[in-house]
């Protein structure tokens, strides 16, 4: 553990909980609530800047994405976002593509 921005009473505080500190329920809960919003951010950028007809390729290219292209792990998908001025290419990595994608094959 870093503690070295710590005032020493919090040091002294700390070195009592002894070597038998448990955070893994912690992490759990952590790691959870950070994909729930992950999911969410990315939700909300689909619904706001992917088309419909563009959801409707994907999902009809399904085992296309989940047997070829996303064990690939393929980059550089373009696209025009349907909200934007003027209309952007939108360029993603392999793991905001990935999880774009999973979400809408989730759907």
Not at 43 to 64: A, G
Not at 77 to 99: G, H
Request: hydrophobic share 35%; aromatic share 12%; charged share 30%.
């Amino acid at each position: 553990m870093d503690t070295h921005e710590l005032s020493r009473q919090n040091i002294e505080r700390i070195n009592e909980w002894g070597y038998e500190l448990d955070i893994t329920e912690e992490i759990k809960t952590a790691w959870n609530n950070l994909k729930d919003f992950a999911k969410k951010v990315f939700k909300n950028y689909l619904d706001t800047y992917v088309d419909e007809n563009l959801r409707k390729v994907v999902i009809s290219d399904k085992k296309l994405w989940q047997e070829r292209l996303i064990p690939l792990k393929t980059t550089g998908v373009t696209y025009q976002p349907k909200n934007s001025i003027p209309q952007d290419t939108v360029f993603m990595d392999y793991d905001a593509l990935a999880y774009c994608v999973n979400c809408m094959l989730d759907e």
